[in-house]
């Protein structure tokens, strides 16, 4: 399944790429490598990876960076490599798009289960054509979302979503209606509890509405903000 996938390993440390390529290449992934932000943005908008793998400190434009220029262009699912003590860069990573974080000093096979894992969620490797009729299907006016391709589309029209807005417009369409404060979809979406660091969701639905404005209104209409709660997917039916 995972054959022909190519990964893009981003760190100023020679040893840590080598490290990462040595482990990710045992997957039978294809790597390439950049020592640097600006080389890194440059080939990921120049190639269609389907993942990256981006450290958050490095000389030239940083992690956090790289991630907000590339998410102006495109949704390519993003692990933001991360040292010891940096929380606050790491949550500022999730506000501009990162998918995942790991915490150096890590486990080469850790990284390659979370590499594994969010692949399985992206849209970049799990769209297949197909002609059968999708098992997973959640289909409101406007708004079309099939969980086993992980394929949006508004008014017929296909939105490319980051895996992190993907799961965000899933868990809130898959109950209409119903009222989801910030910390709830952290805990949910996200995985992790920031105690407090309710922008990376406000962040989100932010860019979650707008890509879907940019094809359909009505879609972007049905993600609420309940002030001072948080937020619901509604059901408009006129």
Same mark, same amino acid.
């Given at each position: &399944?995972?054959?022909?996938?190519?990964?893009?390993?981003?760190?100023?440390?020679?040893?840590?790429?080598?490290?990462?390529?040595?482990?990710?290449? #045992?997957?039978? %992934?294809?790597?390439?490598?950049?020592?640097?932000? !600006?080389?890194?943005?440059?080939?990921?908008?120049?190639? +269609?990876?389907?993942?990256?793998?981006?450290?958050? &400190?490095?000389?030239?434009?940083?992690?956090?960076?790289?991630?907000?220029?590339?998410?102006?262009?495109?949704? *390519?699912?993003?692990?933001?490599?991360?040292?010891?003590?940096?929380?606050? +860069?790491?949550?500022?990573?999730?506000?501009?798009?990162?998918?995942?974080?790991?915490?150096?000093?890590?486990?080469?096979?850790?990284?390659?289960?979370?590499?594994?894992?969010?692949?399985?969620?992206?849209?970049? *490797?799990?769209?297949?054509?197909?002609?059968?009729?999708?098992? !997973?299907?959640?289909?409101?006016?406007?708004?079309?979302? !099939?969980?086993?391709?992980?394929?949006?589309?508004? +008014?017929?029209?296909?939105?490319?979503?980051?895996?992190?807005? %993907?799961?965000?417009?899933?868990?809130?369409?898959?109950?209409?209606?119903?009222?989801?404060?910030?910390?709830?979809?952290?805990?949910?979406?996200?995985?992790?509890?920031?105690?407090?660091?309710?922008?990376?969701?406000? *962040?989100?639905?932010? #860019?979650?509405?707008?890509?879907?404005?940019?094809?359909?209104?009505?879609?972007?209409?049905?993600?609420? *903000?309940?002030?001072?709660?948080?937020?619901?997917?509604?059901?408009?039916? +006129?």
């Amino acid at each position: &399944m995972d054959k022909n996938v190519k990964i893009l390993v981003v760190d100023d440390e020679e040893r840590i790429r080598r490290l990462l390529k040595m482990y990710l290449e #045992r997957e039978s %992934y294809l790597i390439d490598e950049a020592e640097n932000g !600006d080389l890194a943005l440059t080939m990921a908008l120049e190639n +269609n990876y389907d993942l990256i793998l981006l450290d958050l &400190m490095m000389p030239g434009k940083d992690g956090i960076q790289v991630c907000r220029e590339l998410r102006e262009k495109k949704a *390519t699912p993003l692990i933001m490599l991360t040292a010891k003590g940096e929380e606050g +860069n790491r949550v500022q990573g999730f506000e501009v798009g990162t998918d995942d974080y790991i915490v150096k000093p890590f486990s080469p096979r850790e990284v390659v289960l979370r590499i594994k894992a969010l692949l399985r969620r992206s849209s970049q *490797t799990s769209y297949l054509e197909t002609s059968s009729a999708a098992k !997973d299907l959640v289909v409101f006016p406007h708004l079309v979302i !099939d969980n086993d391709a992980h394929r949006v589309t508004a +008014n017929g029209t296909d939105v490319n979503l980051t895996p992190k807005e %993907y799961e965000l417009l899933l868990y809130l369409a898959k109950t209409p209606d119903k009222v989801f404060d910030r910390e709830i979809l952290l805990r949910d979406v996200w995985h992790y509890d920031f105690f407090g660091d309710l922008r990376t969701v406000d *962040t989100h639905v932010k #860019r979650l509405r707008e890509k879907l404005n940019s094809v359909s209104e009505e879609a972007a209409s049905m993600i609420v *903000t309940v002030w001072g709660v948080g937020y619901k997917f509604e059901v408009r039916t +006129n």
